[in-house]
């Protein structure tokens, strides 16, 4: 009866602990869902993808015309658009410290890409790479 009940619970407490890949793959359902779409004048879409459980990318398509660099004026406005995704999400904040490799993509309004920027910590200190 006791190993019955042993095994039991260790069924239970499999079953409740979230694996990495899961809470991964949550995060880039939530983001994508129409009701936590991040609304920002700056901003024509976002998008995450689930690449495995160690990489995302999360995509900004913003409304911009710059090919090659970010303007030093656009940085407010994008910092202000990543702080809100992860805001609305923030189951977020975990799975970068828990090792995942997030990468932001930012693309302009005719959907080139112009910087992609790999975001190691909350605090977003990562975008002071592109000044």
Known sequence: MKNLTILFVSILFL????NKESRV???????????NEIKDEFLI???????NKNKINLD????????????????????????LLFEKNPQG???IVGGTEVNLRLYNAAGVKFSEIPLKDYNLND???IK
Not at 25 to 35: C, I, L, P, Y
Not at 45 to 51: P, R
Not at 66 to 78: A, M, R
């Open 25 to 35: 793959f949550k995060f880039t359902q939530h983001v994508n869902d129409k009701e």
């Open 45 to 51: 879409q976002s998008k995450a993808f689930y690449v």
């Open 93 to 95: 904040k975990d799975i």
């Open 15 to 18: 079953i409740a602990c979230e």
């Open 60 to 83: 900004l398509i913003l409304k911009s015309k710059v090919n090659d660099t970010i303007p030093i004026e656009d940085l407010p406005k994008i910092e202000k658009i990543v702080n």
């Open 127 to 129: 975008l002071d790479l």
